[in-house]
């Protein structure tokens, strides 16, 4: 007698598999999950408590139900030992929350799985000082929502963006929303105009990254003006500098923009920042 719910799974042009349960997963379904990536320098988590209340926020919005002890108890006691394999480790930890179980856009309850994974970088991505080139990706905006802040809600555009730019042979491409810039597929994105630092506001749909929040306030300390602000095509392109921040990466000049070249290195407020950056995470 055959089954009566049959799936099957296959990789590029092999055989059709049956898929493990761990496979069948509504993140997988239906991308109900979020993520959090954290960097790991000289073996210790940054900004452990930004990316917690952050994702935190999240699994409370969605629904999530991780349990009475919650997520820091859930950190420090399941995810952190998985370090301890990887003394002075430099690399990046994923952590990924999904909702079990089954049902269609319905779930039928709201119990969550976890992913972890642990990434070991060849070098510290803090003393690397590259710069990118960008441009525009114009096909589907960002839209400011409460998912704005949540990582995973919006992967799809973002992995449009990054795409599109690897076939225009750029390093990654600037999204907009609201009419107005947004971010890169990976990163938020800052202008240099006259000592003023200016950065997107949330309205543009950027995700306000953690990285992002370091920099405004060590902006601060390097006698900046900041801004957040609805940024214009015309903003970027008088801009007298571009840079770009992520937590992996710290921060990353942007030497060009659709053919408008930038200044990059030592002297710039990037190279400023990214060393005043380096110094503030040794401690950590």
């Known amino acids: 007698m055959p089954e009566d719910h049959l799936i099957f799974y296959r990789e590029d042009w092999g055989d059709w598999e049956r898929p493990s349960r761990e496979m069948l997963n509504r993140g997988f379904y239906y991308h109900d999950s979020l993520f959090e990536t954290l960097r790991i320098r000289h073996g210790r988590p940054l900004f452990v408590e930004e ?25 420090s006691e399941e ?18 929350a999904f909702r079990m179980g089954e049902g269609g856009y319905a779930p039928f309850g709201n119990a969550a799985g976890w992913l972890v994974e642990v990434v070991r970088l060849d070098r510290d991505p803090y003393l690397v000082h590259d710069s990118l080139r960008l441009c525009n990706y114009l096909e589907v905006p960002l839209f400011a929502s409460p998912l704005s802040a949540i990582k995973g809600a919006q992967a799809q555009t973002y992995v449009l963006a990054a795409k599109f730019a690897s ?76 840079f770009v921040t992520n937590v992996i990466r710290g921060v990353r000049a942007v030497g060009e923009v659709e053919g408008m070249l930038f200044p990059v290195g ?19």
Not at 59 to 72: A, C, S, T
Not at 79 to 96: A, I, T
Not at 170 to 178: E, Q, S, V
Request: with cysteine.
């Open 167 to 242: 076939e225009m042979n750029f390093d990654d491409a600037i999204l907009y929303g609201n009419d107005a810039v947004a971010e890169i597929s990976n990163a938020n994105i800052f202008l240099v105009r006259e000592d003023k630092l200016v950065t997107p506001d949330p309205g543009s749909g950027c995700l306000p990254g953690i990285c992002r929040g370091v920099i405004l306030d060590l902006a601060a300390g390097e006698g900046l003006e900041v801004e957040e602000t609805q940024v214009s095509w015309e903003d970027l392109r008088d801009a007298d500098e571009v």
């Open 51 to 75: 990316h917690l209340t952050r994702m935190e926020n999240g699994i409370q919005f969605l629904g999530l139900d991780i349990g009475q002890k919650g997520l820091r108890h859930f950190f």
């Open 79 to 96: 995810v952190m030992p998985l370090l301890d394999d990887f003394e002075g480790l430099e690399g990046r930890l994923r952590m990924q």
């Open 266 to 284: 030592e002297g710039t407020v990037g190279w400023r920042l990214q060393r005043a950056l380096e110094r503030a995470t040794r401690a950590f």
